[in-house]
């Protein structure tokens, strides 16, 4: 088991580049499977969650082989309909592959997926989304079966604006006959991004960053070259990170249109945050930030992939704030884990009260998730002392090469092997 060694007090300074989005090259690496033939997807960071896509991908008989950045996908023919069980349980992305395989051969049979223990996370906008089309669905014994000799074009209103959702009708209604439209679908970039690759590859999908999506289906999708979008959560993450140490660092490829709420946010708590010609962002504090109120929302709200690493700069912060968790039920594992660092926070039903103080000190804590896992990051980087985060594999899903990008900007982090 490795866990991550941080000595506190350094401040980030220098320039630090984001990579290509985990969130868009799951579904994008997903809708591959929807054209016969090799597709070629670029910018797809090295992470552990895009080796559980590739492992799903292989397993259904399309071979994937990665060159850098660059992974292709060789989806001539597929050769099983049924994602193996243990990758479907260590990641739930892995069932975005449901809507393209139920597309393209007919039938799908996947088990209830699996993920980062953030809630019960259920699936029944998928299915309703997917029944609509026609699909005929059956479960029992922990796995769903979904056959369908056509889809149609159907009227879909979601109940809540699901991004996995959105994103598994989005490729199946892409061959289905006729025209699809989902109201109240999600609008994160990731989901526009999907809907790029989708219309790169021939299919015609309108609407994509509002919340109605229609959709025309096609006869048949060809394969495509694509990059990948650079990663909002990964952009955030570190712009907070430069709050918290009262740093000053700069952001390369990050979109400043998808960064606007957490920017809002970081000058609202006195942190100055600025665009550059060049379209990266620079972060800089002078001081601790003062305590703001956040609630997360579907995008374009305050993302609720940000919302552990905003508590870790509240808790340092010279007031009082209030977190409101919107999307997920059961997401403030880390209060518990910063409470071990001298955090104040008080849950009252979906929000986190916290009191910020001039310091945390450094203790060990454990990645619940892989959120928490950056929150407790960054609450180590401002502690006082040493902090020892273990569980680094939930990091690993999420973030390349995190401490080594850290450590490039001025963090003082060294990853251990432990018994
Ligand atoms: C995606 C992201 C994840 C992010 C989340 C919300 C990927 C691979 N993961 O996850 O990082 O935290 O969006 O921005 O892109 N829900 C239902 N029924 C459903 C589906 C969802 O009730 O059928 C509920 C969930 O329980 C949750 C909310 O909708 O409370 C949001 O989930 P969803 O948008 O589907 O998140 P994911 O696609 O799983």
């Known amino acids: 088991m490795e866990a991550l060694v941080i000595r506190g007090g350094a401040s980030l300074k220098g320039r630090v580049r984001v990579g290509g989005a985990k969130n868009a090259a799951l579904p994008i690496m997903a809708a591959a499977l929807l054209a016969p033939g090799a597709s070629t997807i670029e910018d797809v960071p090295h992470l552990k969650d895009v080796d559980t896509m590739s492992g799903v991908l292989n397993a259904l008989g399309t071979p994937t082989a990665r060159q850098g950045s660059t992974i292709s996908i060789d989806a001539s023919s597929i050769d099983s309909t049924e994602p193996p069980y243990d990758l479907v349980r260590a990641m739930r992305a892995s069932f975005l592959v449901m809507g393209p395989l139920l597309a393209r051969t007919g039938r799908v049979t996947i088990s209830l997926p699996g993920g980062c223990a953030i809630g019960s996370r259920p699936i029944d906008l998928h299915l309703k989304g997917l029944s609509a089309l026609g699909a005929d669905i059956e479960m029992g014994y922990g796995q769903i079966s979904a056959r369908a000799d056509k889809l149609s074009g159907a009227r879909i209103y979601l109940d809540f604006p699901s991004v996995g959702a959105t994103e598994n009708i989005m490729m199946a209604a892409s061959l289905a006959q006729g025209l699809t439209v989902i109201e109240n679908a999600a609008q994160e970039p990731e989901v526009v991004d999907l809907a790029n690759f989708l219309n790169a590859m021939g299919a015609r999908v309108r609407g994509a960053g509002t919340n109605v999506l229609r959709i025309e289906g096609v006869e048949a999708l060809e394969p495509t070259s694509y990059m990948v979008v ?39 708590a006195g942190v100055y945050v600025v665009e550059d010609v060049d379209g990266s962002i620079t972060v800089q504090a002078d001081s601790r930030p003062d305590g ?19 508590m870790a700069l509240m808790c340092v912060s010279s007031g009082m704030s209030v977190i409101t968790e919107t999307v997920f039920e059961n997401r403030f594992m880390h209060v518990a884990e910063l409470a071990r660092m001298g955090a104040s926070i008080r849950i009252d039903g979906r929000s986190a009260v916290i009191e910020g103080q001039e310091h945390l000190s450094g ?11 950056a929150c407790l990051v960054i609450a180590g980087l401002v502690a006082q002392g040493v902090t020892e985060v273990s569980e680094v594999y939930h990091i690993d899903r999420g973030y390349e090469r995190f401490e080594e990008k850290l450590t490039q900007v001025g963090a003082d982090i060294e990853r251990i092997e432990k018994a």
């Open 292 to 310: 703001v109120d956040v609630k997360t929302m579907p995008y374009p709200g305050f993302p609720t992939d940000l919302q552990a690493q905003f």
């Open 230 to 268: 650079p990663d909002r959560i990964e952009a955030g993450t570190l712009m907070i990170a430069a709050a918290a140490t009262m740093g000053a660092l700069t952001i390369e490829n990050a979109v400043p249109e998808h960064m606007k709420s957490i920017t809002a946010k970081l000058r609202e």
């Open 363 to 373: 203790a060990q804590v454990r990645c619940t998730d892989l959120r928490a896992g």
